[in-house]
């Protein structure tokens, strides 16, 4: 093996040209064609190799699709084993060099630093921008007032500014967008975004790691806390109290705080009364579904993005039919672009009115991944714990396994966010976790069975 720096240029490139020559004669060329012509080596540091792909899309379905394949032409091209990245083109790949979980991992004596600036905008989306955010009567007052706190945070009456309204309507997009926005207008603010869940699972974890100071030193340090979906913050009352405080801490020093909730404050049940009050004393702005015009016009948005284009007529039958919650519009704009792409179908009203029928929307969103291992962990006699722990006993990975992939199948979570959930694991364990469900699945009735009865039960009673 030659070390990376050594390496002439030709040799990096050709280090991905011969796994794709493996995998060209272990697959289809169809497949070859579609999903692994397009790909091409960006860095090679002897342990990852980073590959660059059209978009997200692509990445995730190459990590769920093909990860096996993949790995298995690594191994017998490069002779042993590396880790694969895939980086979209649309968007720089995600810093994951720092999250408060990473505490378990550190030895001790050798902690990270808490301060560095690149440690806090770690989990925001890219493509999350003010320019790609339809503005329309629907949405108007809360985008003003999302600009007016990213132009100046912490300075304007909106502290906390509080976005609510139902699902898919924008929120996570336009709380994201006020910290793409604050750190490319002032870069070194420290941002940090967080879905409640996450800040709840940190919380837990630093008391069971003896941490509490460092996740509140933490969390008090940002400039900029954007925290997404308080709802999920009912009846956790030690994370509320934590919350209060931090909030109090961050807001008397002027810091920005913005939130995001799928309801409006008043109805926040199971929220503590002078958390209710803090967050009356900001700006309270809401989201509604989006109105004609607004919908086509993020139809069009998304079809001048990808290049594709895609009739008018398909367009306005989408607009006219999907109605309540722009995820599910755009996620048929997606079925149908990945089908004219992939299959040569024709985008015709027919076949918009197919996906428009077939994405019957499943509410995921109601059914947290607590839930889910609360659950599964009670279903196999366990306790909850043991779902985080590193444990590796027969049983316990078994149901851990089950577990991830219920959250996988059952809600609209990343990999990364379930990863999180379980101990902090990284997102190829869960990859990794979900393959031998599958091939369990196969395999053993007994726990094919159990699995069915589960997820039968998490979605009746979501
Ligand atoms: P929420 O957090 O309210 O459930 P999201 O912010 O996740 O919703 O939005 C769902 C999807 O719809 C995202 O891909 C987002 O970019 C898109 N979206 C929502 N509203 C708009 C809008 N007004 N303009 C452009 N895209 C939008
Ligand atoms: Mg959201």
Redesign the pocket.
């Known amino acids: 093996m030659i070390a990376a720096e050594t390496r002439p240029q030709e040799d990096l490139h050709s280090v991905w040209e011969g796994v794709l020559e493996v995998i060209q004669q272990n697959t289809t060329p169809q497949t070859y064609n579609t999903w692994f012509a397009p790909t091409k080596l960006l860095s090679d540091d002897e342990k990852t190799l980073r590959i660059n792909v059209p978009n997200n899309f692509f990445a995730e379905w190459l990590e769920s699709h093909y990860s096996k394949l993949i790995s298995n032409a690594v191994l017998q091209h490069v002779g042993e084993q590396r880790k694969v990245r895939f980086v979209p083109r649309d968007s720089k790949p995600v810093n994951s060099a720092y999250h408060p979980l990473d505490w378990k991992s550190e030895p001790a004596g050798n902690q990270k630093p808490l301060h560095t600036d690149a440690l806090y905008s770690t989990r925001i989306n890219e493509r999350?921008t003010f320019e790609?955010?339809?503005?329309?009567d629907s949405?108007n007052f809360a985008y003003a007032a999302s600009r007016a706190v990213a132009e100046s945070p912490g300075e304007t009456k909106y502290n906390p500014l509080i976005i609510y309204?139902?699902?898919?309507?924008?929120?996570?997009?336009?709380i994201q967008a006020i910290g793409n926005y604050s750190v490319r207008k002032k870069p070194g603010t420290r941002v940090y975004y967080a879905s409640s869940e996450t800040f709840t699972t940190h919380f837990i974890n630093s008391i069971q790691e003896n941490k509490a100071s460092e996740f509140s030193a933490f969390y008090r340090s940002c400039d900029i806390l954007l925290l997404?979906d308080i709802q999920f913050f009912a009846k956790k009352g030690k994370t509320q109290e934590e919350f209060f405080h931090t909030f109090n801490d961050l807001q008397q020093n002027k810091k920005q705080i913005v939130l995001?909730s799928d309801r409006p404050i008043n109805e926040l049940n199971g929220l503590e009364e002078r958390l209710l009050s803090r967050f009356n004393s900001g700006l309270v702005v809401d989201?509604q579904p989006?109105d004609f015009e607004?919908r086509l016009a993020?139809l069009r948005?998304k079809c001048d993005e990808s290049g594709l284009e895609i009739p008018a007529d398909v367009l306005e039958y989408l607009a006219v039919n999907l109605t309540s919650n722009?995820?599910i519009l755009?996620g048929a704009l997606t079925k149908i672009m990945a089908q004219v792409t992939f299959t040569a179908a024709e985008p015709t009203v027919e076949l918009a009115r197919t996906i428009a029928t077939e994405i019957a929307p499943p509410d995921k969103?109601n059914l947290s991944i607590d839930l889910i291992m609360t659950y599964v962990a009670k279903s196999f006699q366990l306790p909850i714990d043991q779902l985080r722990a590193k444990t590796r006993k027969r049983e316990i990975v078994k149901a851990r396994q089950a577990a991830m992939y219920l959250a996988k199948k059952l809600t609209n979570h990343s990999l990364i966010t379930i990863g999180l959930h379980f101990g902090g694991r990284d997102h190829t364990t869960v990859i990794h976790s979900l393959e031998n469900v599958g091939q369990r699945l196969k395999e053993d009735p007994i726990f094919a069975q159990k699995l069915q009865a589960m997820e039968k039960h998490l979605e009746y009673n979501r």
């Open positions: 999350y790609n955010f339809i503005v329309g949405n309204g139902g699902t898919g309507l924008g929120k996570t997009h336009l997404d995001t989201v989006p607004t993020i948005n722009v995820r755009e969103n």
